[in-house]
C-alpha cells in the first residue's frame, strides 16, 4: 500500500517533471493532476438506459490509468432527450442505483479521481424521432425537423436537468457538467442560429442555463460545471465574441468550471468535415486552443482546453494559459496513456483521429478504439 503510494505520488513526479501532472483545484473540488478525461458516450447502458457491467470496466480502466477527472458520456435527463439507444439515462430514480454502484467502483479503483456526470438533452440531435428543439429550424446534415418547445417544455426541460443533477449527486458523483456543445439542446439555445424565439430565451439565449444552475443551486451544493460551443462553425451561429458574453455570465452565476468546444452536427454540412473531433493531422493539435485562451482572458473560473490534445509538450504548453486540458480519443486508444506519460514511458498518444470509434457508437457498437482490433486482429 505504502510501496504503491510512493510510485503514485513521489517516483512518477519526479520522474515527468511536468506540469501536467501536478494537483489542482477548482473552488469546490480537488485534482490530483490537470488531466480530464472528456465526456465521451459509451453505447454500452441497456435499452432503458441501465448501467452495465462493461460500462463499470471501462470507468475503472480509466480511473486506473491515471487521469485525474473522468467525465461520463452524455447521459439524458428526459426519455425525449435520448440521442441513441445505448445511452445512459439519469431521467428516473431507478437510475439511481446503477449510477451508485458505477461511482464506488471507480472510487475504489482511485478514491481521489474526480468523477463527474455529464447530463444532456439531444434536442434536434436525436436519432430517435419526435426531437424538440428552440426554433423548428431543419437540421442540413441529418435532414431532422424539431418541433418548436413551447414555455411548458422548457421549463418541463429545465426540471429534468435540476433532477438529473440531484439524482447525480446521489449517486455519488463529485459534479455534473452541462452539455451545452455540439448542437445537443443546451448548445441549440445559445446559438443565434437554431434558437430564433422572441421569448425571454430568445431574447437571452443563455437563460435555460442560467435557470437550470439556479435550481440546482437552491437543492443541492453539486459543482455545476459547463462544456461549451464557442463557435458553431455554421453561418449564423454562435462566434467567440459572443461565446465570451455567454462564459462571463455563467462565471458571475458561479459555473465550476467551463470547457471549450465547438461545431454540431450540422458543421458537417458546411464544412465537409467533422469539427468536434477533427482530424489532428490536417488541424494540429489543440485545433480549439485560441477560443480557449479567449475565455480564460474573460472569466475566473478555470477552464479546459479539448480537441485534438495528443502530446505532452502541446499539453504542457496550453497549461500556460489555461487550467486543465482534457482527451476524448486517446484515451478510447489507450486509458493507460496518463500513467505511461507520468512514467517517461510515453510522451504521444498514437490515436490517429480515424474516428472509427465515432462510427461504432452511431451504430450501437461498444466504445473501443476499432483501429486497434483492427491493428490486433
Ligand atoms: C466516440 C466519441 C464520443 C463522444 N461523446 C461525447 C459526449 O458524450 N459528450 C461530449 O461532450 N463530447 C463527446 N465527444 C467529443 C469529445 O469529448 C471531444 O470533445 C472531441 O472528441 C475532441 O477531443 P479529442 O480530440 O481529445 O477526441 C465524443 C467524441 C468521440 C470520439
Request: glycine residues 6%.
Amino acid at each position: 500500500m505504502l510501496y504503491e503510494f510512493l510510485w503514485k505520488n513521489t517516483y512518477l513526479y519526479s520522474h515527468s517533471k511536468s506540469m501536467l501532472f501536478t494537483p489542482a483545484e477548482t473552488e469546490n473540488l480537488k485534482m490530483k493532476n490537470r488531466l480530464v478525461r472528456s465526456a465521451t458516450a459509451e453505447s454500452m447502458a441497456t435499452k432503458e438506459g441501465f448501467v452495465t457491467p462493461e460500462l463499470i470496466e471501462l470507468y475503472k480502466k480509466l480511473a486506473e490509468g491515471g487521469v485525474g477527472t473522468i467525465v461520463t458520456g452524455y447521459m439524458y435527463v428526459s426519455e425525449d432527450g435520448r440521442s441513441s439507444y445505448k445511452m445512459t439515462g439519469i431521467s428516473r430514480d431507478e437510475h439511481i442505483e446503477g449510477l451508485s454502484r458505477l461511482v464506488s467502483e471507480v472510487k475504489d479503483v482511485d478514491r481521489d479521481v474526480v468523477f463527474v456526470a455529464q447530463i444532456a438533452h439531444a434536442g434536434r440531435q436525436t436519432l430517435l424521432g419526435n426531437a424538440i428543439a428552440p426554433s423548428a429550424v431543419k437540421d442540413l446534415f441529418t435532414g431532422i425537423e424539431p418541433k418548436e418547445m413551447t414555455g411548458d417544455d422548457i421549463e418541463r426541460v429545465i426540471d429534468d436537468f435540476i433532477n438529473a443533477a440531484i439524482r447525480a449527486e446521489k449517486a455519488g458523483f463529485d459534479a455534473v457538467q452541462l452539455h451545452a456543445a455540439h448542437g445537443y439542446l443546451l448548445s441549440e439555445f445559445i446559438s443565434p442560429y437554431t434558437n430564433r424565439r422572441k421569448d425571454e430565451y430568445g431574447q437571452e439565449r443563455a437563460k435555460i442555463l442560467l435557470d437550470i444552475f439556479e435550481g440546482i443551486r437552491e437543492r443541492s451544493k453539486i459543482p455545476v460545471m459547463i462544456k461549451m460551443n464557442a463557435c458553431d462553425f455554421i453561418p449564423g451561429g454562435l462566434e467567440i465574441d459572443e461565446a465570451v458574453r455567454i462564459a462571463k455570465l455563467l462565471d458571475d452565476a458561479g459555473f465550476e468550471a467551463i470547457e471549450v468546444s465547438g461545431g454540431m452536427y450540422e458543421s458537417i454540412y458546411h464544412n465537409r468535415y467533422n469539427v468536434v473531433s477533427q482530424k489532428v493531422s490536417k488541424s494540429g493539435e489543440a485545433y480549439f486552443k485560441e477560443y480557449a485562451f479567449r475565455i480564460k482572458d474573460a472569466v475566473s473560473m478555470p477552464v479546459i482546453a479539448v480537441g485534438g490534445i495528443k502530446s505532452l509538450e502541446v499539453a504542457e504548453s496550453l497549461l500556460e494559459k489555461v487550467d486543465f486540458v482534457s482527451m476524448s480519443r486517446p484515451l478510447i486508444r489507450d486509458p493507460y496513456l496518463p500513467l505511461k506519460m507520468m512514467k517517461g514511458e510515453v510522451d504521444k498518444s498514437d490515436c490517429k483521429s480515424c474516428n472509427l470509434c465515432l462510427a461504432a457508437i452511431f451504430e450501437n457498437k461498444p466504445l473501443d478504439c476499432y483501429a486497434k482490433r483492427k491493428e490486433d486482429s
